[in-house]
């Protein structure tokens, strides 16, 4: 099977459902003519013209709020972020309206709207550049979100969320963009495409000892965790990735603690109100005599983003903070 970046994936899901639909539009800054901040969009502008991929000014404010109005007009807007961290500029469009639209409305409004971009740390560029506001939105009852750690999951994902007929806010990570994974070619999938359900978590790993719950580019950091815990202390760990963290798929990660007995959610996130807690009191709440131990999480260093890069590497999970936690309980 084929190897394709995280970029690649995106982009080819990108295209296909601008080929799929004709409503489909991609707006934000510097997604057209510059290809992307991240080069996400690159090529598309050339084949599907200006109508199709917008260039914004940087407004997040207006050209969201644009979107949202487009979306309840019958389009289905794909949004460019260049940083998660520029969302916090248009929460009234995002929180208050796009959530709402569709309950206020006694289901007669749709907001089919995607907004995406890389919503993380790690990348050295300052405290208001680095956020990770996933536990945010995940709050905000209409809104869904998603955090595909893989090119497989990004395509397959990306895809349902743009035919999805409510908000979807789709966290990337800048440094998974140049990651490789296998992706099949549509030729290859029964049914002709790639198309991943939202709320439907995905063992990375199977395992015995110990569930390592992660989202996002923590899951790679579980994975790593999870070989150096085999081969060093012959703990086998299984690891989940949530994929979808509203909606959450529940089934999944109570049935690999209860198989484990033991559990670690990793994010990077601030610990604080994070996506971990939420999980952690759910098993404790709908697993707790399953438990052979407490449940425990790792998050990044509760305080702004360092910008010093040694520094701010060991902000953020690594393999080994888990493998010493997990430990602990093993």
Partial sequence: MRKITYRKA???ALDEELAHDD?????????????????????????????????????????????????????????????????????????????????????????????RGPANGGTNVGATHSHTPENIFANMPGLKVVSPATAYDAKGLMKTAIRDNDPVFFMENTMLYGMEWEVPENSEIEGGELI?????ADIKREGTDISLIAHGRAVITALEAAKILESEHKINAEVVDLRSIRPLDEETILNSVKKTNRSVYIEENKPFCGVGAQISSMIMEKAFDYLDAPVLRITSVDSPAFYSPPVEKRQLPYPEMIVEKALTIC
């Fill in 10 to 12: 995106l982009n080819e």
């Fill in 23 to 115: 409503m489909v539009v991609v707006i934000g800054e510097e997604v057209a003519e510059y290809n992307g901040a991240y080069k996400v969009t690159e090529g598309l502008w050339e084949k599907w013209g200006d109508k199709r991929l917008i260039d914004a000014p940087i407004s997040e404010a207006g050209f969201i709020g644009m979107g949202i109005g487009a979306s309840m007009l019958g389009m289905r807007p794909v949004m460019e972020l260049m940083f998660f961290s520029f969302a916090y500029v248009a929460f009234d469009q995002m929180m208050n309206n796009a959530s709402s639209v569709r309950y206020m409305s006694g289901g007669l409004i749709n907001c089919p709207i995607v907004v």
């Fill in 196 to 200: 991943i359900p939202l709320g439907k």
